[in-house]
């Protein structure tokens, strides 16, 4: 087992690593940017490294700073948490030559499925079901609309090295297409250096849902059930929850050894994400794979009782798994809301700043995962999120009335944040009955 964990990170996920490596008896190691001097994961780390000025650009995002601070710290492994490097294959394998574990998959699984069309073809290869689409990436506006044709219209253009749902586009018909084609690949060079793009029909009111999955390095791969993720706002989340509400037990059978599958076909190890999208007829879709932990894991820890962080640093350190499949239960009903420093009344707006006083919510049920704390100053530089409110009750119903309640205790003063927005979502029938499809925010709550 290691001795020394560096967390490649700030914020929740930060702290959430060192959670586990404390529980563990192993050591952490944080590093910060300047603005993040004051933060939490650097106070309770067992040391702290500077590793630059605020801009991302010039820490977390630089590799040869936190190499440097894994060796003069002594750390055998390197937990990269979500966002940042934590999907970068280059910097998994820089760590791979330095002889530190990076906690993820190989860096051979990450550059594959990093690459959304290569993934797309590992999932056809595997036998799971894709979005209909074009055979590979577009070459021209030519062969865009023979595909469209072919695929039926709206249709989906996607930046093969997108994420943070970037480089997206839709197009209702032929004369949008050459427009939407052309602002993808703008969008798609200029966040990710590779204006690679690929067609999908747009499937119309989806549910997104997706697998949590583990695999070890001895051929063990086991799924811990799905979380529906369709409270969007921009294709981006907003609230998650374990298990899908919507989905009949054999269905949910279905994508579940579907999302084994394609693990096995890209031959990848540690924790991942297989993400699909549900159509109206419960028809799932497969559309990405995120290598690495996320955001919204916690959903899966509440309702299997398995603490992820320290699988993930399990199966890295090389341990075989000692459950199976039928040990891995679905308990009770898991909801999580992002809580970010935006205002909501202002288009979402993110609203950085200092916290003047915070009441962190609690009891029976709650969870509240936050580096936040009174007094504790947002910087404008990284991510708006600032917690993630998660409940755990025996049924969805109840897990609303607990949210519900949660979402009240919370109180933040100083800056504003998504808790009043999400106590909204909370009261919406369409939500209440489990119906919501990714475009329930938009249509529903903003502009309504
Ligand atoms: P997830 O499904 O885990 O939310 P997404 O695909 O939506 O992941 O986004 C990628 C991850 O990167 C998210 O976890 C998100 O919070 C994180 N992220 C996005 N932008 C930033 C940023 N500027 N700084 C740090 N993390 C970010
Ligand atoms: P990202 O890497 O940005 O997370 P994804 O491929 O995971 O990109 O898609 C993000 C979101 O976009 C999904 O959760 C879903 O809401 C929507 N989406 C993706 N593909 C389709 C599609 N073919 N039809 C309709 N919506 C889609
Ligand atoms: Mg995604």
């Given at each position: 087992m290691y001795n020394?964990?560096?967390?490649?990170?700030r914020g929740e996920i930060a702290l959430?690593?060192?959670?586990?490596?404390?529980?563990?008896?192993?050591?952490?190691?944080?590093?910060?940017?300047?603005?993040?001097?004051?933060?939490?994961?650097?106070?309770?780390?067992?040391e702290a490294f500077c590793i630059g000025p605020a801009r991302s650009a010039d820490s977390y995002l630089r590799i040869d700073q936190i190499i440097s601070a894994a060796e003069v710290g002594g750390a055998d492994a390197i937990h990269p948490g979500y966002g940042f490097l934590s999907e970068n294959a280059h910097f998994n394998e820089v760590c791979r030559s330095c002889k530190i574990d990076f906690i993820g998959p190989m860096p051979e699984a990450m550059e594959?499925?990093?690459?959304?069309?290569?993934?797309?073809?590992?999932?056809?290869a595997s036998g799971v079901p894709v979005v209909p689409g074009s055979d590979g990436l577009?070459?021209?506006?030519?062969?865009?609309?023979?595909?469209?044709?072919?695929?039926?219209?709206?249709?989906?253009?996607?930046?093969?090295?997108?994420?943070?749902?970037k480089g997206m586009r839709v197009a209702s018909n032929e004369s949008m297409l050459s427009t939407a084609l052309q602002q993808a690949r703008n969008e798609a060079q200029a966040a990710f250096g590779n204006g690679g793009v690929y067609l999908e029909h747009y499937v119309e009111k989806p549910r997104h849902i997706e697998v949590?999955?583990?695999?070890?390095?001895?051929g063990n791969v086991l799924h811990l059930h799905?979380?529906?993720?369709?409270?969007?706002?921009?294709?981006q989340k907003l609230i998650e929850e374990a298990p899908s509400f919507t989905l009949a037990p054999e269905r949910r059978k279905a994508i579940c050894d579907a999302a084994i599958r394609m693990i096995r076909g890209a031959s990848y190890t540690n924790a991942g994400t297989v993400e699909f999208i549900v159509d109206q007829q419960d028809n799932f879709y497969f559309i990405e794979v995120n290598a690495r932990i996320q955001v919204e894991h916690p959903v899966t820890e509440m309702v299997t009782g398995i603490d992820l962080i320290k699988e993930q640093i399990l199966v890295a350190s090389g341990q075989k798994f000692t459950r199976t499949q039928e040990q891995i239960p679905c308990i009770g009903a898991a909801i999580e809301c992002r809580i970010n420093a935006e205002n909501p009344d202002k288009n979402f707006q993110p609203n950085p700043g200092k916290i003047t006083s915070m009441f962190a919510p609690g009891g029976f049920g709650v969870r509240f995962d936050s580096h936040a704390y009174s007094g504790y100053t947002v910087p404008p530089n990284y991510d708006s999120m600032i917690g993630k409110l998660i409940v755990h009750r025996p049924t969805r119903e109840e897990a609303i009335i607990t949210m519900r309640r949660a979402l009240l205790e919370l109180q933040v003063e100083g800056i504003s944040t998504t808790a009043a927005f999400h106590r909204r979502v909370l009261e919406h029938p369409e939500f209440i009955a489990g119906r919501c499809d990714t475009k329930?925010?938009?249509r529903e709550l903003i502009n309504a």
């Open positions: 020394r964990i560096l967390i490649a990170n959430r690593v060192i959670r586990a490596c404390r529980e563990m008896g192993i050591q952490s190691i944080a590093v910060y940017s300047e603005a993040d001097k004051d933060s939490m994961h650097v106070r309770l780390a067992d594959k499925l990093g690459d959304k069309n290569t993934a797309r073809s590992i999932a056809i577009i070459e021209s506006d030519a062969e865009a609309i023979r595909v469209a044709k072919e695929i039926g219209y709206p249709v989906l253009i996607k930046a093969t090295a997108g994420g943070g749902g949590q999955v583990i695999a070890d390095h001895h799905e979380r529906d993720c369709s409270v969007q706002r921009r294709h329930f925010v938009d």
